[in-house]
């Protein structure tokens, strides 16, 4: 069993920053791939990118060049780096993790969850 723990989010203007985490339990972090996706109100759980164990990342085309994925598995710490924020970008946070260590963007490949953390940003 793998528990999530996302932290970081918070309010924040347009074009601002922010950093979020995912502190995960165990000792096989670094076998699993990891995924960040995102959910806003009324609307489905989106994939935002993800880290598979040989490091491969993989990024959702609305977040490219502005959200940067890392982890650090001395830590079991899973990052998203957000930059250049815009108010779509406001949603439940969420990081997931891959038991196979492989994983598509798909929500039904990944089999651990956090409970999520809030991004919102205003225009």
């Known amino acids: 069993q793998v528990q999530l723990v996302e932290s970081g989010g918070g309010l924040v203007q347009a074009g601002g920053s922010l950093r979020l985490s995912c502190a995960a339990s165990g000792r096989t972090f670094s076998t699993y791939a990891m995924g960040w996706f995102r959910q806003a109100p009324g609307k489905e759980r989106d994939f935002v990118g993800k880290i598979v164990w040989s490091g491969a990342i993989t990024y959702a085309e609305s977040v490219k060049g502005r959200f940067t994925i890392s982890r650090d598995n001395a830590k079991n710490t899973l990052y998203l780096q957000m930059i250049s924020l815009k108010p779509e970008d406001t949603a439940v946070y969420y990081c997931?993790?891959?038991?196979?260590?492989?994983?598509?963007?798909?929500?039904?490949?990944?089999?651990?969850w956090g409970q999520g953390t809030q991004v919102t940003v205003s225009s």
């Open positions: 997931a993790a891959a038991k196979t260590g492989w994983a598509t963007s798909a929500v039904y490949d990944y089999d651990y």
